[in-house]
């Protein structure tokens, strides 16, 4: 099933672009009274958007329905200073929460936040988040956002690599951005999946060459069956490369799985650099 997107310009926010006074009235209040942190819980600036919005010519970008989320600011392989700024297009988690991650390049972890978005759960929102960050030399970076589901395991994550400057003068922009890096053409979500294999075919904008990591996992988190699939870089790194895999499976009565798409670093910075997951029902 391929994911439905919708467009809106960055220069079109939805709640006012004609209306900045009523704006700003409006992100007030929602900081002073929707927005209340609870300890260890920080928010960022938020503006709600909504599929209605005039698209205008150019700076468009589209919005996976699926939540993936999009990081449009900084782009990948950016070269920057303190503070980084974050433009960041989601949905809230499962558990209404966005997390927002800095690794430095021997895996520490320079910046965490989490926020709370429980009452906009289901709404597609621009984040922005101003950055700091103090290092003793040039390094690279990893920036990462991950949702995650009511039990604490991750449904979605995004990352791009960045070089963080100590100082001045070499700054750059980085590349395009690459989004969305996930389309699902099957299997179709709104129906079983009977007998005893899923088929997974979709096209996917690789990070790097490591393999894609492919599993259906059950309701407990543990994991039914996994696939690891050998892919390439393509020489276009905007289009999709189409990937296929047969995961079998065996139950005795409908079952509610978790389809879950992964890659994995190759870089010193270890650990997960995009994942996909969505919800499908398996039967004998």
């Known amino acids: 099933?391929?994911?439905?997107?919708?467009?809106?310009?960055?220069?079109?926010?939805?709640?006012g672009n004609r209306h900045p006074v009523f704006l700003s009235v409006l992100v007030w209040i929602i900081f002073n009274?929707?927005?209340?942190?609870?300890?260890?819980?920080?928010?960022a600036n938020v503006v709600i958007l909504n599929s209605a919005a005039t698209p205008t010519p150019g700076n468009q970008i589209e919005i996976p329905a699926s939540g993936e989320p999009v990081i449009f600011?900084?782009?990948n392989n950016a070269r920057l200073i303190s503070p980084l700024k974050l433009q960041l297009i989601t949905k809230p988690g499962e558990d209404g929460l966005v997390r927002i991650e800095l690794l430095g390049h021997d895996n520490r972890l320079i910046f965490r936040k989490m926020m709370d978005y429980h009452s906009f759960k289901g709404k597609?929102?621009?984040?922005?988040?101003?950055?700091?960050?103090?290092?003793r030399a040039d390094e690279s970076a990893r920036l990462q956002v991950v949702l995650e589901d009511t039990k604490g395991r991750t449904t979605f994550l995004n990352s791009i690599n960045l070089t963080l400057l100590g100082v001045r003068g070499s700054e750059s922009d980085g590349d395009a951005v690459v989004n969305p890096r996930f389309r699902i053409d099957q299997p179709d979500f709104s129906n079983e999946i009977k007998g005893r294999t899923l088929t997974?075919?979709?096209?996917?904008?690789?990070?790097?060459?490591?393999?894609?990591?492919?599993?259906?996992?059950?309701?407990?988190?543990?994991?039914?069956?996994s696939r690891f699939v050998p892919i390439a870089m393509p020489n276009?790194?905007?289009?999709?490369?189409?990937?296929?895999?047969?995961?079998?499976?065996?139950?005795?009565?409908?079952?509610?799985?978790?389809?879950?798409?992964?890659?994995?670093?190759?870089?010193?910075?270890?650990?997960?650099?995009?994942?996909?997951?969505?919800k499908v029902t398996i039967s004998p």
Not at 1 to 15: A, D, H, P, Y
Not at 33 to 43: C, E, H
């Open 1 to 15: 099933m391929s994911l439905k997107l919708f467009r809106f310009s960055i220069k079109n926010r939805t709640v």
């Open 33 to 43: 009274f929707s927005f209340s942190p609870a300890a260890g819980i920080a928010q």
């Open 73 to 75: 600011q900084p782009r």
């Open 124 to 135: 597609t929102m621009l984040l922005e988040q101003e950055i700091p960050f103090e290092i």
């Open 200 to 225: 997974l075919q979709c096209g996917i904008k690789p990070v790097n060459i490591t393999p894609i990591i492919v599993e259906l996992i059950a309701k407990d988190g543990h994991t039914l069956t």
């Open 236 to 278: 276009d790194q905007t289009a999709f490369t189409t990937l296929k895999a047969e995961l079998p499976f065996r139950v005795s009565a409908p079952t509610q799985v978790t389809l879950r798409i992964r890659q994995e670093s190759n870089t010193l910075i270890k650990g997960t650099v995009m994942l996909w997951s969505g």
